[in-house]
């Protein structure tokens, strides 16, 4: 049983999601560990389709224009931690789609999804860095971000802890993209194809450092998923890809990492990936993914032993009252 199983969020969604939805029951006979209590996620209109779900409270609309530059104090503290510098191809994340897609717009408002997020950050971080009387998870700065099936909102997730955890003056965070066969993290972000992760692999001269993309966003890069082969699997469960991500977490001791997976059932990178992580987080559609197959994907995450939930797309308020009502209650 994971130790940080006892970190509860008091009184937020994660608690009352937990006892609409019987996890427990979804997870009893299951060989992988009891999970701490799933997230919820505030269901967002997909642009361009309506959702029959009750919109998320209204928020004020994000501010599209550039994110302004980090104050002198946040900046000077980022760069107090950071490593010798690289040189890194620098993209740029546009603020409008970020925000047209439905996603966390850094240095806007506080939503109703900014808030949902940092509650998942806030015990992501907890057991990757300890405290709170918790020992830091071996590895746990390592993040896997799966699901059972495609479409459950992986990606989705990973973009907005991504982007939640830089929001934060002392963190920077990695992005990797690991679903290597239908990588989609660039192409999201509108940022065009570069090398990464499976070149990095495929070629022993390669240093992976080189192929991070540092973005507009303090405290952001991207590790792209690189060229496609149908080799992955082979590549991943040789063991130059343990030393690729311990490359990548010597290089910067402090940064998170996040690897957006591929879908537990339907490929097998997933339980290889488990394997190098200390944390995943394991999204469910909600109404959508089945008992059955939430169980078989954890059973082959077990190489992970610490394992969450994420209930992704809700379309209940348990109390009927709605999360934008903590607004402004306090920051990140
Ligand atoms: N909570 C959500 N609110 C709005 N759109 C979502 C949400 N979760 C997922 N989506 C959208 O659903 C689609 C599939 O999600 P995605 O993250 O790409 O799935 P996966 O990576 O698991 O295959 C994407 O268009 C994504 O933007
Ligand atoms: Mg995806």
Not at 63 to 77: D, M, R, S, V
Not at 106 to 131: M, N
Not at 203 to 217: W, Y
Not at 306 to 332: D, W
Request: glycine share 6%.
């Amino acid at each position: 049983m994971n130790k940080h199983s006892s970190i509860k969020s008091s009184g937020s969604l994660l608690e009352r999601a937990s006892e609409m939805y019987d996890f427990g029951a979804a997870l009893r006979g299951g060989s992988a560990p009891i999970p701490v209590p799933p997230a919820v996620e505030p269901e967002q209109p997909k642009a361009g389709q309506p959702e029959a779900a009750q919109p998320i409270p209204a928020a004020p609309a994000p501010a599209l224009a550039p994110a302004p530059a980090p104050t002198p104090a946040a900046a000077a503290i980022r760069s107090a931690m950071a490593p010798a510098p690289v040189s890194r191809t620098q993209v740029t994340i546009s603020r409008e789609r970020l925000a047209a897609h439905n996603f966390i717009v850094p240095d806007g408002p506080v939503t109703g999804l900014s808030e949902e997020f940092r509650i998942v950050k806030r015990q992501l971080l907890l057991a990757a860095r300890g405290g709170k009387g918790f020992d830091p998870l071996p590895h746990g700065e390592r993040i896997l971000i799966c699901s059972a099936n495609p479409d459950e909102g992986k990606t989705y997730s990973a973009i907005n802890l991504a982007l939640s955890m830089a929001s934060e003056k002392d963190n920077r965070v990695l992005l990797v993209d690991a679903d290597f066969a239908k990588p989609s993290i660039l192409s999201t972000l509108g940022i065009e194809k570069h090398r990464g992760f499976m070149d990095a692999l495929a070629d022993p001269d390669c240093d992976v450092e080189s192929l991070v993309l540092q973005t507009d966003i303090d405290g952001l890069s991207i590790l792209p998923a690189g060229s496609q082969t149908n080799q992955d699997t082979e590549y991943l469960a040789a063991s130059r890809t343990a030393e690729i991500i311990d490359q990548l977490t010597r290089n910067d001791p402090a940064r998170i990492i996040i690897f957006d997976s591929p879908p537990a059932l339907a490929a097998s990178p997933a339980s290889v990936l488990a394997l190098h992580v200390g944390q995943t987080l394991m999204v469910v559609h909600a109404d959508v993914t089945t008992e059955s197959a939430l169980r078989d994907a954890l059973s082959l995450l077990s190489g992970c032993e610490n394992i969450q939930l994420l209930l992704n797309r809700t379309k209940f308020s348990p109390t009927g009252r709605k999360f934008g009502n903590y607004y402004g209650y306090g920051a990140s």
